[in-house]
T-cell receptor, first 117, second 112 residues
Framework: AQSVTQLDSQVPVFEEAPVELRCNYSSSVSVYLFWYVQYPNQGLQLLLKYLSGSTLVESINGFEAEFNKSQTSFHLRKPSVHISDTAEYFCAVSDPVSSSNTGKLIFGQGTTLQVKP | ETGVTQSPTHLIKTRGQQVTLRCSSQSGHNTVSWYQQALGQGPQFIFQYYREEENGRGNFPPRFSGLQFPNYSSELNVNALELDDSALYLC???????????FGSGTRLTVV
């Protein structure tokens, strides 16, 4: 069965510092990988996704993640964080959609990014 | 383009009661998935509806049931509520089960 492990429950960091949120997954088949962000009292917003192609994927607000198949990781990075990046971040994995797979998302426990001034 | 809307935003129910949560899909989306997010946890997949039929189910008991209507809106019904059902319930829609999921803001259910 698929599973996702987010290695840090909380990551405190100062504004303009770099940050890495770690994510490891377990799966025996091809997977699709996602990072979602959740602001307080809101739903989930897709930050970025890896389906195929280049192993480095980027979001429009400066985040990037690299798919590493040998290490089964999909860590999220940003070179310089802002106060507004304070939120809960979820890593998720999914099997490719087929007649037997729904494409459901399996989420990690989440990492709270706390950006301090 | 409208997003996914869920109602109500908050709800308090008593143990043993029944509850219905509603979700309107994003325009053009024919697939709806429901997730339960307990406090401090990641969302867990409940089930998915594709073209009005249940298309997959997570590890949830039968008292969790759902419907999808011809306009692709959806309901989540929970019978015989238990205290552990207290959670944020998220609805996500997509087109043809692809990975462009759009999530709603959720319904916060509290069971007392």
């Amino acid at each position: 069965a698929q599973s996702v492990t987010q290695l840090d429950s909380q990551v405190p960091v100062f504004e303009e510092a770099p940050v890495e949120l770690r994510c490891n997954y377990s799966s025996s088949v091809s997977v699709y990988l996602f990072w979602y962000v959740q602001y307080p009292n809101q739903g989930l917003q897709l930050l970025l996704k890896y389906l195929s192609g280049s192993t480095l994927v980027e979001s429009i607000n400066g985040f990037e993640a690299e798919f590493n198949k040998s290490q089964t990781s999909f860590h999220l990075r940003k070179p310089s964080v802002h106060i507004s990046d304070t939120a809960e971040y979820f890593c998720a994995v999914s099997d490719p959609v087929s007649s037997s797979n729904t494409g459901k998302l399996i989420f990690g426990q989440g990492t709270t990014l706390q950006v301090k001034p | 383009e409208t997003g996914v809307t869920q109602s109500p935003t908050h709800l308090i129910k008593t143990r043993g009661q029944q509850v219905t949560l509603r979700c309107s899909s994003q325009s053009g989306h024919n697939t709806v998935s429901w997730y339960q997010q307990a406090l401090g946890q990641g969302p867990q997949f409940i089930f998915q509806y594709y073209r009005e039929e249940e298309n997959g189910r997570g590890n949830f008991p039968p008292r969790f049931s759902g419907l999808q209507f011809p306009n692709y809106s959806s309901e989540l019904n929970v019978n015989a509520l238990e205290l552990d059902d207290s959670a944020l319930y998220l609805c996500a829609s997509s087109r043809d089960r692809d990975y462009g999921y759009t999530f709603g803001s959720g319904t916060r259910l509290t069971v007392v």
